[in-house]
Structures are given as C-alpha cells and as structure tokens.
C-alpha cells in the first residue's frame, strides 16, 4: 500500500492566492482528517470526513478555509485568500473505521505564504 | 478541548539512557496512543492503549496510563541516537472517532 498521499509537498506562494491541497486517503479507510501543525500551535485538527461527510469542521479557522471530499479517495483543503499566517504544514491522514484504529499520516504539505 | 499536553517539552539525553515522557488529558477517552514524529515528516503510529489498560509493552517502548489522573507516560528503554524525534499522545474524543493531539515533547539523543 503506498500511504496516505499528499500533494504538493511543498508550496510558496504569494498572499492573496488561492492554494489547494490535496490528499488520497488509504483504499478502504473511512475516515479522513486534516491537521495543521505550527511550532506555536502544535498539531490543530482542522476537519473530520467519516464516509466522505463532514462530521466536525468546528478546528476550520476561518471562512477563508474550505475542504472537500467528493469520493472515498480523494479529498481537498482550499485556502481562498492565503496570508501569510496560513504558513504551516497541512497534514491528511485517514484512519480504517471505527474508534481505536490507528492513525496514518501523509508526509504533509509545507505551505508558505510570502 | 481533548488536547492533551506533553511533559517536557524537550529532553536532552545520551545514548543508552532511558527516557519518559508524560501526557495529560482533559476528559474521557476509548484510547491514547503515541506517536513519533521524525524532523520534516508525517507522525507514524508507535503503540496504543485502551482505556481498560494500564500498561502496555512493544519492543524497548513501555507506556502507562492512569485514567484516574488523566495521564500517560511514555517510557523508551536503551535510548539510540535514531530515537531522536518529537513524540505525541493522541486522545479519542468518548463520543466519536476524532483525534487530538498534544503539543509534543521533542527528544534529543547523543551518541
């Protein structure tokens, strides 16, 4: 199995763009999780997809952030304006059901935004 | 918020030594599991424990946990250079299948 994938890995782009991050969650994990980690918030759970429908968008920190997952493999994270404080690495990981499942990451996006 | 919190935040220790780790909760969980997390890469799952366990083993990993205080510990035996990382615990929320987690402890080893 090759993972949890993630694309780009690497971004730069200017404030004001939009930028999109994508995943493709494990064959037959159905459950899907955005994270976004920072040093000086740590890891912070943005959106929850089990089945692909938003079960909890509450870690969403604004309007300016949205996610999708119109399939079983395949979600997004919109960022529409980016500013500079948007500058983390986005993680995706999906998890195979039911509580007490391991977790499996992707290798994150790193997103800065100049 | 579950967010739980780790303890220290950085340790410092040479090969060989043991290292602990703490983690601390806010409310109910099914389970906690730590997790390692290498310089400039995604967190890979190390060991679980359920909330009926009190002690689990896995290799030179030992973990604790103590629902009555909301607490776990996370013991690596015989330290290796290679152990250095930043280690995490994750908490289940009661009610359903999301996880958060703490702020990390980042664990340097010398060789």
């Known amino acids: 199995d090759a993972g949890v994938i993630q694309s780009p890995r690497h971004e730069v782009t200017e404030m004001g763009q939009e930028v999109t991050l994508r995943c493709k969650p494990i064959?037959?994990?159905?459950?899907l999780f955005w994270y976004r980690q920072t040093m000086m918030r740590g890891l912070e759970l943005l959106i929850y997809?089990?089945?692909?429908?938003?079960?909890?968008d509450s870690g969403m920190p604004e309007d300016r952030f949205s996610a999708k997952m119109p399939n079983a493999s395949f979600s997004t994270l919109k960022i529409q304006p980016s500013e500079p404080r948007d500058s983390a690495v986005y993680f995706c990981?999906?998890?195979?059901?039911?509580?007490?499942?391991?977790?499996?990451f992707g290798e994150g996006s790193w997103l800065t935004v100049v | 918020s579950q967010q739980g919190e780790e303890d220290p935040q950085a340790l410092s220790i040479q090969e060989g030594e043991n290292a602990t780790m703490n983690c601390s909760y806010k409310?109910?969980?099914?389970?906690l599991q730590w997790y390692r997390q290498n310089s400039g890469r995604g967190l890979v799952h190390l060991i679980l424990?359920?909330?009926?366990?009190r002690e689990k083993h896995s290799g030179r990993l030992r973990v604790t946990l103590d629902t009555s205080k909301k607490s776990s510990s996370l013991l690596i035996t015989a330290s290796r250079a290679a152990d250095t990382a930043s280690y995490f615990c994750?908490?289940?929320?009661?009610?359903?299948?999301?996880?958060?987690f703490g702020t990390g402890t980042s664990l340097t080893v010398i060789p």
């Open positions: 990981a999906s998890v195979p059901g039911v509580s007490g499942n391991t977790i499996y």
């Open positions: 994750a908490t289940d929320a009661n009610t359903g299948n999301q996880f958060y």
């Open positions: 064959s037959g994990h159905n459950s």
């Open positions: 409310t109910s969980i099914n389970n």
């Open positions: 997809f089990n089945n692909n429908v938003p079960i909890d």
């Open positions: 424990i359920r909330s009926n366990e």
